[in-house]
Nanobody
């Protein structure tokens, strides 16, 4: 099994910054993509940013130029640097990892428990 633990959420004023971290642990053989998703009250979960093991990134249009995703493969950790935060960024942020636990097992998605980000106006 693979466990994901997010940290770094909190309350910040509009225009401020936060840095989220997500550590993957457990029986990990290797990790393919890692990413961040968010879910605001009454809305569906949406993609924020993803990064492959090779470092290729993808961002939602709403966060391009403000958020930066990065990862440390040696530490099985993915980060999300969030700058110029807006009230509409308020949501629970979830980490996702696509990983396999053995050489012969297939990749599957694992999710963290989420961390709350609240941006006040």
């Amino acid at each position: 099994q693979v466990q994901l633990v997010e940290s770094g959420g909190g309350l910040v004023q509009a225009g401020g910054s936060l840095r989220l971290s997500c550590l993957a642990s457990g029986s990990i053989f290797d990790i393919n993509a890692m990413g961040w998703y968010r879910q605001a009250p009454g809305k569906q979960r949406e993609l924020v940013a993803t990064i492959t093991s090779g470092g290729s990134t993808n961002y939602a249009d709403s966060v391009k130029g403000r958020f930066t995703i990065s990862r440390d493969n040696a530490k099985n950790t993915v980060y999300l640097q969030m700058n110029s935060l807006k009230p509409e960024d308020t949501a629970v942020y979830y980490c996702k990892s696509t990983a396999r636990t053995t050489w012969s097992s297939g990749f599957r998605d694992y999710w963290g428990q989420g961390t709350q980000v609240t941006v006040s106006s």
